[in-house]
């Protein structure tokens, strides 16, 4: 390619198979390119590919080298019009692609806004609502875990947490897939989302409340309502869709690996222990492109030169040997070392890992309380995984449980 000798031999990721075994997959790339990947995105498009543990701490911990904003990126002028992953790579003025003192300032006001939700309420809501979405199917004595539970869990604590109006829920989780999915639907499903945040911005504004986007509008940064609505569609899709991966994720890591079926009747502690493993092995986000670099410089060899895209490779970098038999010999345990929230700067904002956990947490175990007998449907192997380069996901998981009946109407003051 065109200056760009060193993609010469580029692997071409939209029709690697990454989804089916990543493992096998990134141990392939690492014995074949090392830490850091040539790859070719759609319309190929060149960019880097870390999947090195080391080498992506290095990059996430040098924002003065790998920056944010995608407007630096050298290939914005080569990429058509139409390609289904240009929402990931557009610049807009949310706290996702804000840098410095501008970062600083939104961050801070997302920090705040998130920190003020009181963590034993949150466990009392999540509680609810997974009880209250369990009595949907509990009686049928079959439901598919992914569509009915782990999808619908996040989006219900979502929509209370950020006081949004129910009504949306449906076609809000539809279009944050789409944008997620960064298929052909995401061009549409964006102004949809967008509209909604805008509706929720103006609502909150007339009528605060005591929830996550009536403090964001409220705090001392003096965000716009075009900022709130920018940063808001961020959070909302990040909260949903990380939340319901590992919460579907963990469901499958219980139902198929020994050492957490056997502890399924009663076994709180594993479920702690499987969130963590489901970190390390099957991530919710798999990968992401995310940085640029700031001026030319050299990351395990390769020479990056200014404006290059490189995408983090969480799930490669978790699962690199050369880091994993060191950190969890025999299972992740307590070592929370991975990559999965990213790092540094830029990283996932806090305390929304310790808020995801608790909703993640908080879903399986209610789940294992209410179906005690629950288990795969189908065999293991035939469960399939959703072909994404971004996101972890399963395309569904169909269990089996004896019938119960549900707990009866719900108060949630």
């Known amino acids: 390619m065109e200056g760009y000798p060193q993609h010469a031999d580029a692997v071409r990721l939209p029709e690697a198979p990454i989804h089916d075994d990543p493992a096998a997959f990134h141990n392939e790339l690492r014995r074949t390119y090392g830490p850091v990947v040539p790859v070719l995105l759609d319309a190929d498009v060149p960019a880097w590919l870390v999947i090195g543990y080391r080498e992506l701490h290095y990059v996430t911990s040098q924002p003065q080298l790998f920056g944010r904003d995608p407007r630096r990126w050298n290939m914005l002028d080569r990429l058509p019009g139409d390609w289904p992953a240009r929402l990931f790579v557009t610049w807009q003025p949310n706290l996702m692609y804000s840098e410095g003192e501008e970062r600083q300032r939104r961050g801070g006001a997302v920090s705040d806004a998130l920190d003020a939700i009181e963590r034993t309420e949150l466990t009392r809501i999540c509680e609810l609502v997974a009880d209250l979405v369990t009595d949907r199917f509990c009686g049928d004595g079959e439901a598919d875990l992914v569509a009915q539970y782990a999808q619908r869990i996040p989006a219900e604590?979502?929509?209370?947490?950020?006081?949004?109006?129910?009504?949306?829920?449906?076609?809000?989780?539809?279009?944050?897939?789409?944008?997620?999915?960064?298929?052909?639907?995401?061009?549409?499903?964006?102004?949809?989302?967008?509209?909604?945040?805008?509706?929720?911005?103006?609502?909150?504004?007339?009528?605060?409340?005591?929830?996550?986007?009536?403090?964001?509008?409220?705090?001392?940064?003096?965000?716009?309502?075009?900022?709130?609505?920018?940063d808001l569609m961020v959070l909302v899709g990040a909260s949903h869709a990380g939340s319901a991966n590992w919460i579907g994720n963990t469901l499958r890591l219980m139902l198929v690996d020994d050492h957490f079926s056997m502890t399924l009747q009663g076994g709180r502690s594993s479920v702690s222990e499987a969130l963590n493993e489901v970190l390390w092995k099957d991530t919710p986000t798999m990968n992401m492109p995310s940085r640029f670099a700031v001026r030319d410089c050299e990351v395990?060899?390769?020479?990056?030169?200014?404006?290059?895209?490189?995408?983090?490779?969480?799930?490669?970098?978790?699962?690199?040997?050369?880091?994993?038999?060191?950190?969890?010999?025999?299972?992740?345990?307590?070592?929370?070392?991975?990559?999965?929230?990213?790092?540094?700067?830029?990283?996932?904002?806090?305390?929304?890992?310790?808020?995801?956990?608790?909703?993640?947490?908080?879903?399986?175990?209610?789940?294992?309380?209410?179906?005690?007998?629950?288990?795969?449907?189908?065999?293991?192997?035939?469960?399939?995984?959703?072909p994404s380069l971004w996101a972890?996901?399963?395309?569904?998981?169909?269990?089996?449980?004896?019938?119960?009946?549900?707990?009866?109407?719900?108060?949630?003051?």
């Open 157 to 230: 604590i979502v929509t209370r947490l950020f006081g949004l109006p129910e009504v949306d829920l449906p076609d809000l989780v539809q279009d944050i897939h789409h944008l997620l999915d960064g298929g052909k639907e995401a061009a549409s499903a964006y102004p949809r989302v967008h509209a909604r945040m805008e509706r929720l911005v103006a609502l909150k504004r007339a009528r605060p409340g005591h929830d996550v986007t009536s403090r964001l509008l409220a705090h001392a940064a003096r965000l716009t309502d075009e900022e709130t609505v920018y």
């Open 300 to 386: 395990a060899g390769r020479r990056i030169r200014r404006g290059d895209l490189v995408v983090l490779g969480f799930a490669a970098a978790n699962t690199d040997p050369q880091v994993q038999p060191a950190a969890h010999p025999a299972g992740s345990g307590a070592n929370r070392a991975h990559m999965s929230f990213s790092h540094g700067e830029y990283g996932c904002p806090f305390p929304a890992p310790e808020l995801g956990e608790i909703i993640a947490k908080t879903a399986v175990e209610v789940l294992l309380d209410r179906l005690p007998d629950v288990h795969l449907a189908v065999p293991p192997e035939s469960l399939r995984w959703r």
């Open 392 to 413: 972890r996901t399963l395309e569904s998981l169909p269990v089996l449980f004896t019938p119960t009946a549900p707990v009866g109407k719900i108060s949630w003051h």
